[in-house]
């Protein structure tokens, strides 16, 4: 989808683009009064187009991998190019620049993390939490907490 986002770009004659993807899986688990109450995941997906025409940058992104999507996203962020205001410093790094790749950043067994892990985890959580309030034994406790205002 990048490379088709891209040559779409391309196609449009800008100076320069620049066309990114992410896809981010999410698990949530809802706990009250130390029961399960919900568990559940979801996908979101995303790609985002910066194009530079004379100097101007325009940009536009979609959360749909479909190819009517990409070319609307890219026609937008062309837009956004011709009527914003030109800037000499609106541009990507030079070609020639090396980029150097960061080995380690995902572990593998995240991909494979699902809902029943959540569970499994927050589960694990609050027995620990349980245990250091009865005991007062708290040397590090940490909880990622999401308040929905109350």
């Known amino acids: 989808m990048c490379t088709f986002?891209?040559?779409?770009?391309?196609?449009?004659?800008?100076?320069?683009?620049?066309?990114?993807?992410?896809?981010?899986?999410?698990?949530?688990?809802?706990?009250?009064?130390?029961?399960?109450?919900?568990?559940?995941s979801h996908k979101t997906d995303g790609l985002g187009i910066r194009v530079f025409s004379k100097n101007s940058l325009g940009f536009a992104s979609t959360n749909l991998f479909d190819k009517d999507y990409i070319r609307n996203a890219v026609k937008s962020a062309i837009k956004l190019a011709k009527i914003t205001p030109s800037d000499r410093f609106n541009s990507l790094p030079d070609k020639s620049t090396r980029i150097n790749l960061l080995d380690g950043l995902h572990d593998k067994k995240a991909s494979s993390f699902?809902?029943?892990?959540?569970?499994?985890?927050?589960?694990?959580?609050?027995?620990?939490f349980q245990r250091c309030k009865e005991t007062r034994d708290c040397k590090l406790f940490f909880l990622v907490y999401h308040g929905h205002g109350n």
């Open 5 to 40: 986002a891209l040559r779409e770009a391309e196609k449009a004659d800008v100076d320069e683009a620049e066309v990114y993807a992410i896809s981010n899986k999410e698990s949530e688990v809802f706990i009250e009064s130390n029961d399960l109450k919900q568990a559940k």
């Open 114 to 128: 699902d809902t029943s892990d959540s569970a499994e985890l927050s589960d694990s959580c609050v027995t620990k």
